[in-house]
């Protein structure tokens, strides 16, 4: 599995942005795909996942703004931001559990929340 995240941009506050996340080898060979993301300066951290059986679990911090949904035909995860907050800027990344074990990590894109 290699996982090729797309949808950088720079929004204002309130607005919405939308992430893409394409897992080559198809999201059926992968248990949980996962969004984290790393502001400036701290540590990355976990932000929502959709496991295989379409299971979502989300971050306090971005319940009720953010979600995630799946294009199987297209091996395809998005993550759908909304109100965003000048705190959610930072890199986001995806990462993907395989069936067969390990982790896979996509490379980051940047968000970016200003006025």
């Known amino acids: 599995v290699q996982l090729q995240a797309y949808g950088r941009g720079l929004v204002q506050p309130g607005g919405f942005l939308r992430l893409s996340c394409v897992a080559s080898?198809?999201?059926?060979?992968?248990?949980?795909m996962s969004w984290y993301y790393q502001a400036p300066g701290k540590q990355r951290e976990w932000v929502a996942d959709?496991?295989?059986?379409?299971?979502?679990n989300f971050a306090d911090s971005v319940k009720g703004r953010f979600t995630i949904s799946r294009d199987n035909s297209k091996n395809t995860i998005f993550l759908h931001m909304d109100s965003l907050k000048p705190e959610d800027t930072g890199v986001y990344y995806c990462?993907?559990?395989?069936?067969?074990?390990?982790?896979?990590w996509g490379q980051g894109t940047l968000v970016t929340v200003s006025s």
């Open positions: 990462r993907a559990l395989p069936t067969y074990g390990g982790t896979v």
């Open positions: 959709i496991a295989r059986s379409g299971t979502m």
């Open positions: 080898g198809g999201l059926a060979s992968i248990n949980v």
